[in-house]
Each structure stands twice: as C-alpha cells, then as structure tokens.
C-alpha cells in the first residue's frame, strides 16, 4: 500500500500543479491585458505627438520629423512609423518607413481609427489613423503604426518573469509540505518506535500523549497486545492445570507398578511404558513453552528478582547436597523473557550443575553492550569431553544413566533460550575445570544500559 | 520419626504412608491445606511432605505461614507442576528440598532419610555408637557387625534417639515421635520399649536420666 508520506506528498504536488495552471491563465490573461493596454496607450501617445507636430510643422511639412523625436522614427523598418497624407495627397513618412507607405483606411470620416495589419515586411504592426483638421482649415490625415513583435516580447518576458516566480512558488510549496508531512507523520513514526520499544514491557503505550487522531489506534495496539498477553497466559494456565491432572494419576500407576513389582511380578514393560508416558509429557510441555516463547510479546524478567530467587533457592538446593553454589550479578538488568520460562531455562541448567558439581557451582552474569546478558553457569565436577557436547543438548539424551535425571534438562534450556532469540555456547570452565554452560539473551530495552551492566557487580550467594 | 503427609489425592497419599510405614516412618495425613497447617503447627514432626496443589489454603501459603509461625521442620516439596518457578517458589518459602510428580518412590524415602539425617547434623546414613550401628537407610541394626532383628516400635525409639543423640529425650516427646495422630499413645510403653532395646544391643547404649527421659552419648 502506498506510503501515507506518498499519499500526501502526491497530493500536495497535484493541488499544487493545479492551482499554479489557473494561477498562470488567470494571472497570464490579465497582464496580457495590462500589457496590449500600454501598447495601445503608447500609439496613442504617439499619434497624438503626430498630430501635434503636423499642427507645428503643417506649413513647411518637410521639418514635420522634428516634431516626432523618437529615434525608432528614424532607424529604417524599426516597427514604430509614422505616415502624414495631406488632403491634397502630399505623403510625409518617417524614415523607418524607408519606400514603404501604410495603408490608409478606407472610410473618409474623421473618427479614430485603430487596425491591425501587416506592415512593412509582413510586419503586423497596430496603426492608429484619424483625418485632422487643422486651424487653418487643412486637412490631415495621421497615422502612427507600432510593430506587435514588441508587444509579444513584452508579454513572452512578462510570461517568463510569471513561470520563474510560481516556480519558485512552487519548490517552497514542495519543500514546505514535505516539512509538513514530516511533521505530521511524527507521532505515527514515535508510535512504531514506542511499540517496538514498549513491545516487551508489561504497561503498554499512553495513547493520552498522541494526537486525538492517533490515540484511538495507540488504544487498539494496546488492546491488542494485552490480548497476546493474555492468550499467552491462559494457554499456559491450561498447560500447567492439565500437566498437573496427568501427573497424580501416572504417579498412582507408577507407586502401583512398583509395589507389584516388589511382590516378584512381571510389570517392566508397563514401567517402560509410564516412563515413556511421563517422557512425553515433559517433552510436549516443555515443546509447548518453547513454541509459546517465539511469539511472546509484553514480557520481561528483571533478573535482580529472578536471580535472587534462584539464587535462595539453589543455595538451599547446594545445602542439602553438601555443595556450595554462587551467584554473583550486577543490578538492574532485565531479558526479554517470561519469568517462568527463565527461570526454566535456569532451573534446569543449575540442577544440572548441581548434579554433577564435587563441591561448587558458580553463576556469573554480565551485561553486554549490545543489549544482551551473558549468563555463565560453570561446576567443578568431571565436564563433558569435547565430542559429545553436542550431544547434551539432544532431547532425552544422558551420559551417565547411573545419575537419576530424565536427560529433558539441557535440552528444554536450550530449546526456550533459541526460542527468545538468545544462543548458547557449552564447554569446560577456566576457572572450575568443569561443565560450563554459557548463553547470551536479548536484554529488556526498558532498563539495560551498558553503564549500569558492567559497573562493579555485587556478589552474591 | 513422624512425618506429616499433606496430599489431597487419598490413593497417592495412601500408597506414600505405606511405603514410609514400611521405612519405619509414623506417618499423619492431611487431606488440605488448612489441616495441614493445623498440624504442622501443633504436632512435632520430623519432617513435613508438602505438596503444592492443596485445596482450602495452597501448599506455598502453608509453608510461609509455618515459617512465619517460626517452625523449622525440615520441609520436601511434592510438584505436580513441570516448572521450575513452582519448585522455585517452595524453595524461596522456605522448603528444604522438593520432588516433582511423577517420582520414584525410592527417591522419595531417600529425601526424606537425608533430610531427616541432615537436620540431625549427621552427614553419613549410618549411625553408631561402640559396638552398635544402625543403617538409616535400612533400619538395619548390628551389634559387632551381626544383625539383631528388632520390632518396628524398637526401631521407631531407637531411630529417634540416634538422630537426637547427645540430647536428653523425654518420652513424651519420644512418643510424640514414634506414634501417629490418632494413635493410642501411652508414654509407659516407651520404658517397655527401651528395656527390650537395652536387652538386645547392651545396657551402655542408652543412658537414662531419671524422673526426664534418655539419651544416647556422642554417636561417630
């Protein structure tokens, strides 16, 4: 669809164009008129010197030229001549006539008399003719013609000076509704850049700072986005409602199992069968969330909260085991996550850890200038050698079956972390010599800036 | 050891006491969350099986509120839940550990055991004092490494004073430990029980204080 700054700027060209066509007819019309009326003054003008020159010079008509000063006169076929008849039909021309003669009129009366005609050279020129008494009773007749080539250089100049003046109308015109639309495209292109800003934020957009014309379209992408949220969380309510109606029953069937089982009979393949069953649940489950993940909106973690909270909870975790955890991370950071879903991806990650740490396992956390975190979970336990890291991260995947585990862990982590566009990297840690697990999410626009990620990091744990 | 069961599923809660029976454990079961912060309040337990998912009051609120009410009863948490954030809530309220549904059975008694030991400040599952040991894990008990086979009662006194050695027990705590809520509790039987104990592991194990309870010395 074609742009609103198109839209405008196409139709501001169009209005324009049209109202410099009349502009230029009406106003062209006009001074052409201004001008043929000053021609017509100046022949006037001129006829009337004529006149007064035969009535000076009328006794000794050859000085009659003396009378009619203007040097045009003179210069042969100037396009300004003049022409004297005397009744009698003497001929007084002026010299720009050179051997040419104008044509009189043929009516005899005394009125005013204004033609157009071609002059000499095929000149059409605008020739004023009277027949004048004079006081001593001669009679004249008295023409003075003018070449309309000046005429048509005046209004072909004046045409010229019009079209420079509208076409300098016309770019400030231009330039101004391109300012204009600039402006008034303002709170639109601040709205695009609010969403995607505010897209992961939980308080919305405040349509009361756009214009009345935005603000009901501000309030629909609002609602719209209050209805991802919500689909989102329904969805996941019902997840966890039926994960949990499945799993008391399995867990009936399973202590049932193994009950028979322990009187000596034969229940291994149903036992395969409920692993199978619980297998697939998880995996679905955590399939669902990851999916869920992708399209997300409206949803931050700040990890000062989420990381305490971890943090409570694996000490505690570390405790029980006879280990010791730390977590140590700057404040004020926040990813463009759901908390749940993150503190999957950690739970999972640091149990993981945990399981296979000999004393000590280590969180570290540090905001990166690019508006990502980077998140460093690194044990002392045995590691894994480098040809199978690949392997850990595969759905149902366990290198040591001897450890209890479901092998979903590593591979739930880092299917929601690709999810929300984070990555991750495994390897053996510098400083624990064990499993380190590194990943990079996306930080929360609202509140990451590289000043306060990187600035001296409070320990804790 | 008494433990308090709180877990609204009847046929779950069922099978998870006997098999703690069977370990010897005296178990009390609480069908919501309201008898069972009732309980947790007035009965000393061992240990406290929560899970989340009760009726009347959630498992969260009744482990805030026993924390809260200053109880310090090693708490295991039972997740119906897949994610973390539940097992995260219950640990930041203040459990000691968690299991999530569907589990192993085995599993279960092995965190229940470890907690059980841990808050007794003993790290190894196996007790001994001279010539006696007893096997937390097993409930075995040997003296000069022969086993002595020993009722569950026995064992129920002796378990407890293990894992409260160098403290003096009363036998009313003794049998508010080893009988359930609504058990017929009789604090005469427990002299009954540590005469036959003395009888079958050696009368220098457990040591009376006359007219206040018993105890059982330094165990290594």
Request: proline fraction near 12%; hydrophobic fraction near 20%; avoid cysteine.
């Given at each position: 669809m074609t742009s609103l700054r198109t839209r405008a700027i196409t139709a501001g060209v169009i209005w324009a164009i049209v109202t410099i066509v009349l502009a230029l007819a009406g106003l062209g019309s006009f001074m052409n008129t201004q001008a043929t009326e000053r021609f017509t003054e100046a022949l006037e003008t001129r006829h009337t010197q004529a006149i007064v020159a035969v009535s000076n010079y009328g006794e000794s008509?050859?000085?009659?030229?003396?009378?009619?000063?203007?040097?045009a006169f003179d210069?042969?076929?100037?396009g300004l001549y003049w022409q004297m008849e005397h009744e009698d039909g003497d001929f007084y021309v002026s010299p720009s006539l050179v051997d040419t003669i104008l044509p009189r009129p043929q009516?005899?009366?005394?009125a005013n008399i204004v033609r157009r005609y071609d002059g000499p050279g095929d000149d059409p020129v605008l020739a004023m003719a009277q027949w004048v008494t004079m006081a001593n009773g001669d009679r004249w007749h008295v023409q003075v013609a003018s070449s309309l080539d000046t005429l048509s250089e005046d209004q072909a100049a004046l045409r010229s000076n019009l079209l420079t003046a509208f076409a300098i109308v016309a770019s400030v015109g231009i330039l101004g509704a391109s300012a204009q639309v600039t402006m008034m495209l303002r709170p639109i292109n601040a709205l695009r850049e609010e969403v995607a800003a505010r897209w992961?934020?939980?308080?919305g957009l405040t349509?009361?700072?756009?214009p009345v014309e935005v603000a009901p379209l501000v309030a629909d992408i609002n609602g719209l986005m209050n209805r991802n949220r919500d689909i989102i969380r329904r969805s996941r309510r019902q997840a966890a409602d039926l994960a949990h109606a499945v799993k008391t029953p399995s867990a009936i069937v399973r202590n049932e199992l193994e009950a028979l089982s322990g009187k000596g009979l034969e229940v291994a393949e149903a036992i395969n069968a409920l692993d199978r069953l619980d297998g697939q649940l998880k995996r679905s489950f955590a399939r669902m969330r990851a999916d869920q993940g992708e399209d997300q909106v409206g949803t931050y973690t700040d990890l000062d909260v989420a990381l305490g909270r971890m943090d409570r909870a694996f000490s505690a975790l570390a405790r029980n085991a006879g280990k010791s955890f730390t977590a140590s991370f700057p404040q004020g950071l926040r990813v463009r996550m759901d908390q749940n879903d993150f503190e999957e991806i950690m739970g999972n990650i640091l149990d993981n850890a945990l399981k296979w740490a000999d004393t000590q396992v280590d969180l570290t956390v540090e905001g990166l200038a690019d508006r990502a975190v980077r998140l460093t979970i690194a044990d002392d336990g045995p590691g894994i050698p480098e040809d199978q890291l690949d392997d850990v991260?595969?759905?149902?995947?366990?290198?040591?079956?001897?450890?209890?585990?479901?092998?979903l862990g590593l591979s739930i982590a880092s299917d929601l972390i690709v999810a929300y566009g984070g990555a991750f990297t495994l390897g053996r840690s510098a400083e624990l010599g064990g499993f380190s697990f590194q990943m990079t999410l996306p930080t929360s626009s609202a509140k990451i800036t590289p000043q306060n990620a990187q600035t001296d990091p409070s320990a804790h744990g | 050891m008494r433990i308090l069961l709180a877990e609204d599923e009847p046929t779950l809660a069922n099978q998870i006491k006997s098999v703690l029976n069977t370990e010897q454990f005296v178990v009390d079961v609480a069908a919501d969350g309201a008898e069972a912060q009732f309980l947790g309040e007035t009965e000393p337990y061992d240990l406290i099986i929560l899970?989340?998912?009760?009726?009347?009051?959630d498992g969260i609120t009744v482990l805030k509120n026993l924390r809260d009410g200053g109880n310090d009863t090693p708490i295991l948490i039972l997740t119906a839940?897949?994610?973390w954030t539940d097992r995260v809530d219950g640990l930041d309220a203040g459990a000691d550990d968690y299991v999530t549904k569907p589990f192993h059975m085995a599993e279960l008694c092995a965190r229940v055991r470890a907690m059980i030991r841990r808050k007794a400040g003993q790290s190894s599952p196996v007790f001994s004092k001279d010539e006696v040991s007893f096997d937390s894990r097993t409930n075995q008990v040997m003296v000069d490494g022969m086993p002595i086979s020993l009722t569950s009662q026995e064992i129920a006194v002796l378990s407890y004073l293990f894992h409260n050695a160098g403290r003096l027990v009363s036998r009313t705590e003794l049998s508010q430990h080893i009988y359930q809520y609504d058990g017929d509790r009789d604090s005469n039987t427990i002299a009954v029980f540590v005469n036959r104990l003395r009888k079958k592991l050696g009368s220098d194990l457990i040591e009376t204080v006359r007219g206040r309870g018993y105890v059982i010395k330094a165990v290594a």
């Open positions: 008509p050859e000085f009659i030229s003396r009378g009619m000063s203007d040097p210069r042969p076929f100037s009516e005899g009366d005394r992961d934020e939980e308080d349509p009361e700072i756009y991260i595969k759905e149902g995947r366990r290198l040591d079956s001897s450890v209890p585990g479901t092998g | 899970d989340l998912g009760l009726p009347i009051r839940r897949n994610d």
